[in-house]
């Protein structure tokens, strides 16, 4: 019973740091207040330094898996594993890094739609009725009503939503007519990687009170960098069908973690397939053209390429503001701001949007857990 205790306080620990690395205050409260409520020890909230030695050790981990997930290697994990008197069990391990994935994603959610700290309420931003009054819970976020969803009436972007149609129906016709060679097909992908880089995230951070967050994490200044920068050393591309979810991370998950492969299985591909066959206000859209887009373009910002596809069709379906938009909610989510929110598909239902978020949350943590694997995969081979 006592080492059931002891793992539930670290668990909530674990998410507490991951939750903290992006600054996000609203999971970190929430977690802070369950972490006293299940009985854990208040001074192991003085600082990640009064925290026991086992649960510091995953500083490092924690901030590279949020930040730059491509250069955890397997002696990061060898580190875990073999540090003496507290050290972590192969299973217990692959738990943590489910944890720390699942939070950095979530984050990513969490801002993305606005939700914040109820005692922060006044800098965060949410979906509201364009012209009804807001609705705000408990927890300081803004709700419409239910029942009075609609479309944004903006003057002047009908024509968007026709556009985004009319080039998923010419891709679709171009993919029926003839293929694209490997050649070129890895063109387009490095040519993708290259843009991402001049796709800026804002430099208007939120108004955040870190004082109560950053002694969960150490090192504030460790943030995100582009998967290629010039002049930075090489990192090679991740090739997804060598190292792919499906074929090697779910069973590697499932043996160490029983069950939990399948339960993250079943929360990808949820996300993935999602769809009510609506655009705005079309219905009978075949939309997985562009949520597969969506979704690559999030790995693709990580260095993970799919040889199968084609990534021209990223700059075909995403235009700039949304791709400023995903990169912001994945990869500096604390820099997310209503005004990103509202500057793309501004024909479409907040729940398209929300939609959008969850795309975001799932295809991110999927890389994340893809470049961690691997690296457990390294150390076991």
Not at 229 to 256: C, I, K, M
Not at 259 to 271: I, T, W
Not at 372 to 378: D, E, K, Q, S, V
């Amino acid at each position: 019973m006592i080492m059931i205790m002891t793992w539930n306080l670290n668990v909530y620990h674990v998410v507490l740091q991951a939750a903290a690395q992006h600054q996000c205050s609203y999971l970190v409260n929430l977690h802070v207040n369950d972490f006293l409520q299940v009985g854990g020890d208040p001074k192991w909230l003085a600082g990640l330094d009064s925290a026991p030695p086992k649960l510091q050790t995953l500083s490092q981990v924690n901030k590279i898996l949020a930040h730059r997930p491509w250069l955890i290697t397997k002696d990061h994990i060898e580190r875990l594993l073999r540090s003496e008197d507290h050290g972590w069990s192969l299973a217990e391990l692959i738990h943590v890094l489910v944890l720390l994935t699942h939070y950095h994603s979530l984050a990513s959610f969490t801002f993305g739609c606005g939700i914040i700290s109820a005692t922060h309420s006044d800098g965060g931003h949410s979906p509201r009725h364009p012209s009804g009054p807001d609705v705000t819970n408990g927890n300081g976020v803004e709700e419409q009503p239910l029942g009075q969803e609609r479309v944004d009436q903006v003057t002047g972007t009908t024509f968007e939503v026709e556009a985004l149609l009319e080039k998923m129906k010419r891709l679709q016709e171009c993919r029926d007519e003839e293929g694209t060679s490997q050649e070129e097909m890895a063109t387009r992908f490095e040519r993708e990687k290259a843009e991402s880089l001049f796709v800026a995230t804002s430099d208007n951070e939120r108004w955040i009170d870190t004082r109560e967050i950053s002694r969960h994490f150490e090192d504030p200044s460790y943030g995100y960098q582009d998967f290629s920068r010039h002049g930075d050393q090489y990192v090679p591309t991740f090739r997804a069908q060598d190292y792919t979810w499906e074929d090697h991370g779910y069973s590697l998950v499932n043996r160490l973690y029983p069950d939990v492969g399948q339960l993250l299985d079943e929360k990808f591909q949820n996300a993935y397939n999602l769809t009510y066959n609506t655009m705005a206000m079309h219905k009978n859209v075949d939309t997985s053209m562009l949520r597969r887009a969506i979704w690559n373009y999030i790995h693709c910002m990580f260095g993970i390429r799919y040889d199968d596809y084609d990534y021209g069709e990223i700059n075909q379906l995403l235009d700039r503001n949304f791709k400023v938009y995903i990169k912001t909610v994945v990869c500096s989510p604390a820099k997310t701001t209503k005004g990103m929110y509202d500057s793309f598909w501004r024909q479409f239902k907040h729940s398209e949007k929300i939609h959008v978020n969850l795309l975001l949350m799932e295809a991110r943590m999927q890389a994340e857990l893809l470049y961690a694997l691997t690296a457990i995969t390294r150390h076991l081979t």
